[in-house]
Structure formats: C-alpha cells, structure tokens
C-alpha cells in the first residue's frame, strides 16, 4: 500500500509522503496523556465503563481499575447509541464526574466528543479527546480536533479500511496535531457471533506504514465479557502500545455495554496475566 494505482493529483490517497506515514518519520510518536507516554516501552491499559452512569459507579470503577493497573481512564459522558431511545450519557454532569475522579486518583481521562459544536465544553475537562468510531470519517470534527491542542484517541471505523483510517488520522494531522492514537475496535463482517471482528492483523500492518501508536479494544472488538481477556492478551502479543477495556463495578446493571464490561476481579486478574505476555514481548505494563 506504499503507492496506490489510483492515487492520481485529483484522488490522492495514503502515500510514503502522508504525515502519518512511517516513511518520513521513522522515529514512533509518543504521545503524551498528561504524562503518560504511549507508543514507547510500556504498554498502557485505559479501562472504565463505557458510560459514566452516576457518581458511585464511575468511582467505585475508577478507583479499582486504578489498583489494578490502568493509567487511564475512559468513561462516555455523551454517547454514540443506535437507538435515539437509549441513555445518550449525562452530558456535562458526566464531565464534571470524570474531571473530579481524576483528581483524587491522578489518572488522566478520556472521553468521547461526537460534534463539532462540543469540542470546547469536552476539551474543558478531559486530558483526551476520543473520536468514536461512527464519527471516524466526520471531517469537519477531525479537523477540529486537529485544531485544539489535546491528544486524540481516534477509533477504526467499522466499515472502514486501513488505508481509509489512516487518511481520517491525516486530516488530524493536518491541523497541527500529531499526538494522534489509533485505535483497533473491530470492523464489520459476514460473522455474527461476535459483535465486531477484531482485525488483529491491523495492529502490525498500522505499526509498519504509520507512526503513531496503535491500541486496541476487545470490548466493542467482541462484544463478549469472556472473551475479552483472550483478545487483549492477543493484542499485547502483535505489539499493540495499549488496550482501552471497559470495566464495570457491576456489569450486570450497567444501563451501556454491560455484556462486555469486565467485573473489577476480572479486571485485577487480566492484568496480572497480561503482564506475563508483556514480558514474554519485551515490554511492561506498570
Ligand atoms: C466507546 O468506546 O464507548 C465506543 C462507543 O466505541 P466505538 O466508537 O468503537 O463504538
Ligand atoms: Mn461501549
């Protein structure tokens, strides 16, 4: 994919001369969360529910994935749903929920904007912004994270390809903003017995053409609470820079994903083995 036939002036595709391309930048970005570095040595877990419910589950969540090992946190203040009848998130309530976890524990926060109208108010609170998968190819909102000066979780469309995700992180770029992760969610197929299908095979083929660090979730990946440890231990195994999961101080009642939010000993004990497959790749995770 170093030259696509069609790339004429007027249909300009990923090229060796894209600002994501490893080509000329050989060196891997880092991206810097308030400290926390992704795309070096260690490998960064960012865990939470998918969507900020109330105070005592956000922080009863926040504080146990903390212990367990996550330097992150993700939590969905306005959420990308379906169906127009679900809960769409708390809103600037969930904000203010995430900006003063963070301050007990000191995990920086992710959270997901989905308009352009919201990137003020969101960049406000979080320390990075996530662009959802839905939204991978809403230009005007790529450009506009471009333009603030937060690192960007940018997640695969799931319908899009490589070389299509990779040009959505362009426009990013473009603006002036290289602190840009790639995320691996899962992409559309004929299979049904797993939410997505977790293109694995995409963590080593974004790492050889760009630069920039590649995570990836087994949560929206799989759809699946059990098999999430089994794909993030994969993960770690192709050299994913990090893992977003989402954790849950009771998947059971969560009103967002429950089915494939890990409990908080599901989440202790993946840690612990994930550190082994870390080791065995040479890195860490702290
Ligand atoms: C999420 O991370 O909460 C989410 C909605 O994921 P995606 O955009 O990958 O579906
Ligand atoms: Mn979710």
Redesign the pocket.
Known sequence: METNPCNTPANVGFSISSKVSRTIKPDATLVDIKGVMVGGSEIIVIAGP??VESREQLFETARAVKDGGARIL?G?AF??RSSPYNFQGLGEEGLKLLAEIRKETGLPVVT?VMDTRQVELVTGYTDML?V????MQNYPLLKEVGMSRKPVLL??G?MATIEEFLLAAEYILNQGNEQVIL?E??IRTFETSTRNTLDLSAVPMLKSLSHLPVIV?P??GTGLRWMVPAMAKAAVAVGADGL?M?VHYKPEEAI??GYQSLSLNEFAQLMTDLKKIARAVGREIS
């Open positions: 998918c969507a993700r969905g959420k990308p997901e996530q959802g998968s839905r939204n997640k695969r799931m995320c969610r899962g979730d949560s929206h977003i989402e967002c994903d």
